[in-house]
């Protein structure tokens, strides 16, 4: 009798590692098609994952879906409902998982506010982030977010502001005119590189 338990005890765990191996595959298939912009096959991959680690309680691999699933959404130029995967994503990262995730959905919520021109929303959402950067000594997210702030005070609705500030960890704050900023594209993130590395990369 003990060894019929033990053995389903551990057939039970095989058959875990099997799924959530198979969770990853699922992710990994999934941003090669949002990358070759497949987004009819990236979504059924990502919702796939999204479904089995749901039923899991895989917090990392069901932040990545959904964020993913969002990105896909951002891509399609439906912001409104990749608003609303980003802020399930949100709840995640804030309940499950650490603040470099947290940071990383919060970059991306702040892009849509952008998007819909929704400016003071974009700059709040995107000042969280580049604090929590700040706070967590993450020089690439420092850098990243910083750069998207700087692009906010450049659009048309936000002239009246002369000049920012951008404290870097060990440094005096270094005061940036606005007529040195050079315009770039906001960065989008997502991952890859959330499964391989630091869990975040952008878009260009």
Same mark, same amino acid.
């Given at each position: 009798?003990?060894?019929?338990?033990?053995?389903? @005890?551990? #057939?039970? *765990? #095989?058959?875990?590692?099997? $799924?959530?191996?198979?969770?990853?595959?699922?992710? $990994?298939? *999934?941003?090669?098609?949002?990358?070759?912009? /497949?987004?009819?096959?990236?979504?059924? #991959?990502?919702?796939?994952? =999204?479904?089995? $680690?749901?039923?899991?309680?895989?917090?990392? +691999?069901?932040?990545?879906?959904?964020?993913?699933?969002?990105?896909?959404?951002?891509?399609?130029?439906?912001? %409104?409902?990749?608003?609303?995967?980003?802020?399930?994503?949100?709840?995640?990262?804030?309940?499950? &998982?650490?603040?470099?995730?947290?940071?990383?959905?919060?970059?991306?919520?702040?892009?849509?506010?952008?998007?819909? *021109?929704?400016?003071?929303?974009?700059?709040?959402?995107?000042?969280?982030?580049?604090?929590?950067?700040? %706070?967590?000594?993450?020089?690439?997210? @420092?850098?990243?977010?910083?750069?998207?702030?700087?692009?906010?005070?450049?659009?048309?609705? /936000?002239?009246?502001?002369? &000049?920012?500030?951008?404290?870097?960890?060990?440094? $005096? +704050?270094?005061?940036?005119?606005?007529?040195?900023?050079?315009?770039?594209?906001?960065?989008?993130?997502? %991952?890859?590189?959330?499964?391989? =590395?630091? %869990?975040?990369?952008?878009?260009?």
């Amino acid at each position: 009798m003990k060894f019929l338990l033990s053995f389903l @005890i551990l #057939l039970s *765990g #095989l058959q875990n590692d099997t $799924s959530k191996k198979r969770c990853d595959e699922l992710i $990994s298939k *999934g941003i090669d098609a949002l990358y070759q912009k /497949n987004h009819t096959k990236s979504l059924e #991959l990502f919702t796939e994952a =999204r479904s089995l $680690s749901e039923q899991n309680d895989w917090y990392l +691999q069901q932040f990545i879906a959904t964020n993913c699933i969002g990105l896909n959404y951002y891509q399609m130029l439906d912001y %409104s409902e990749a608003l609303d995967y980003y802020l399930e994503a949100y709840t995640i990262a804030l309940k499950h &998982l650490n603040k470099d995730r947290e940071m990383t959905v919060l970059n991306n919520i702040a892009l849509v506010y952008l998007r819909q *021109g929704k400016y003071k929303e974009s700059e709040k959402h995107q000042k969280r982030a580049y604090d929590l950067a700040i %706070s967590n000594k993450d020089t690439i997210g @420092i850098a990243l977010y910083a750069g998207n702030l700087a692009d906010l005070t450049i659009r048309p609705k /936000n002239w009246t502001k002369p &000049l920012i500030i951008f404290p870097l960890p060990g440094r $005096s +704050q270094k005061w940036i005119s606005r007529e040195r900023l050079t315009l770039r594209k906001p960065k989008m993130q997502w %991952s890859e590189k959330t499964i391989k =590395r630091h %869990s975040r990369f952008s878009i260009p």
